[in-house]
């Protein structure tokens, strides 16, 4: 830092010989007595005197000039430490307007008045320019002795007070520093807290739909067993029927041979009461039917097995897509059969390489997504698929309310949700959005209020490079 004292000083008087006598009190050139004083010193051995302090003078006649060079000294970098101001100045500004105007653009400055008399009192010059740290006041005629003392103390509490600014500002400029290293300190905690509880958040989530997997898969596999017993007995009872049916047509035709009389009409109202025929019709369809529940039931089973594939969740491997996403549809039917009609729209896919359980939870959390934002109107959802290059895709649309523009960009945020309170965790598309990335694939959104929304996802068909020979 440079220590040396600001010296420069601005005097503002109309009045040519007050600028002569600063000249003479503040820049006083090489005394006329200096080999006098040299003789004294050596004949009485007094110390020899200090020499005068020199300051840097600068002089205006009026309170505009005083202000330009001000301007000037600043736009150097070379500012003054002190003015002094007369406060009658006929012409222009008085004082106290200069003043004014000085310390607009230089607050730092320190400011002596010099005045015989004048149009305010002390009390009213402070209170209009609020100067009480910054202002004295010379009254003419005036000592030199003063001058030069006001010039000393004045000069050095200006450096004195740049310095402490100075060193107000660097402090002012630490904490900040150090305000801004913590606050980032405090946002990269609530980041990695934030995080974790997403996290946290998601395991809950994905252990849930783990433990629904395996739950599903031990249903399916318990329910196995009677729908396998009850088919094979529905068979076997058909084929019983079958041969009860010709049995019960060979004692019709002996019914037939027997001759008019009460053996015979009590056959015929027996058979009547009894609806014999409707029997032998109803019968055949009751077990079909039967037949066809049961067999809708072993689909359902089956889907899922397929949806749950707990067996190999965490195992790469090559799955049928579009199977896995008709047997995720039967799984979520109830959810649907109410609110929408499904179309598809399907082309044949390559078995692609995948974790097939993670990608029937993304189908199914779109697809419910897109039963719930139907309105009171029945709705359509659209399955659709596809192959380009070495990527399938598949999208599930619907015609339902759309997604306002504003929560677009949040969808895939964990925890945002539009639904009302206990209906949403907001998971549901952070969890498949983190299952897509995962194989390495895109989903995206496109949608218009009161028209519907499509989401597109697009998964690479292998995730390993193959061998290259």
Not at 277 to 284: A, K, M, V
Not at 285 to 292: G, R
Request: hydrophobic share 40%.
């Amino acid at each position: 830092m440079n220590t040396a004292i600001n010296r420069r000083i601005l005097l503002i008087d109309d009045t040519p010989t007050i600028h002569d006598d600063f000249r003479k009190i503040l820049t006083p050139g090489p005394s006329a007595s200096t080999d006098l004083d040299d003789l004294e010193s050596a004949l009485f051995g007094s110390a020899p005197k200090a020499p005068a302090t020199v300051y840097e003078l600068e002089c205006a006649y009026g309170g505009q000039e005083g202000l330009g060079k001000l301007l000037d000294a600043a736009a150097q970098a070379r500012p003054y430490a002190l003015a002094f101001v007369d406060m009658r100045m006929p012409d222009g500004w008085d004082g106290a307007q200069t003043i004014e105007e000085l310390w607009k653009h230089d607050p730092l400055l320190q400011v002596v008045v010099c005045t015989a008399y004048s149009d305010y009192s002390w009390d009213e010059l402070l209170d209009r320019l609020n100067g009480h740290d910054r202002l004295l006041i010379l009254k003419k005629p005036f000592d030199n002795i003063e001058v030069q003392q006001m010039a000393n103390t004045l000069t050095t509490k200006w450096e004195m007070t740049r310095r402490a600014q100075l060193q107000m500002s660097q402090l002012e400029a630490l904490v900040a520093q150090r305000t801004q290293a913590f606050q980032q300190a405090s946002e990269a905690l609530q980041h990695e807290m934030d995080e974790r509880m997403l996290l946290e958040s998601q395991l809950v989530q994905s252990e849930k739909l783990a433990s629904l997997g395996q739950l599903a898969a031990g249903v399916a596999h318990e329910i196995n067993n009677p729908v396998g017993f009850i088919s094979s007995n529905l068979s076997t009872l058909g084929t019983y029927f079958g041969q009860m049916q010709q049995m019960l047509e060979a004692y019709r035709q002996a019914e037939a041979a027997l001759a008019p009389g009460e053996p015979r009409l009590g056959l015929e109202q027996l058979r009547a009461s009894l609806e014999l025929d409707f029997l032998l019709q109803d019968i055949p369809q009751l077990i079909k039917e039967s037949k066809d529940g049961i067999g809708r039931v072993s689909q359902i089973v089956k889907d899922l097995k397929d949806f749950s594939r707990v067996d190999s969740t965490q195992h790469w491997q090559w799955a049928d897509l579009q199977q896995g996403m008709d047997s995720t549809l039967n799984i979520v039917a109830a959810e649907i059969k109410y609110k929408a009609d499904v179309v598809k729209q399907y082309v044949p896919l390559p078995e692609v390489e995948c974790l097939p359980s993670q990608i029937n939870q993304v189908v199914m959390n779109l697809i419910v997504n897109a039963a719930q934002a139907m309105g009171s109107e029945r709705g359509t959802i659209t399955l659709s698929n596809g192959v380009q290059g070495d990527t399938v895709w598949l999208q599930v649309a619907d015609n339902g309310a759309g997604i306002a523009p504003q929560h677009l960009a949040k969808i895939f945020d964990p925890f945002f949700t539009t639904k009302p309170v206990g209906q949403g965790t907001g998971l549901g598309l952070s969890l498949s959005y983190g299952i897509i990335k995962k194989h390495r694939g895109e989903i995206t959104v496109h949608s218009e209020v009161g028209k519907g929304t499509t989401f597109r996802v697009e998964l690479p068909i292998r995730q390993t490079a193959p061998a290259t020979s």
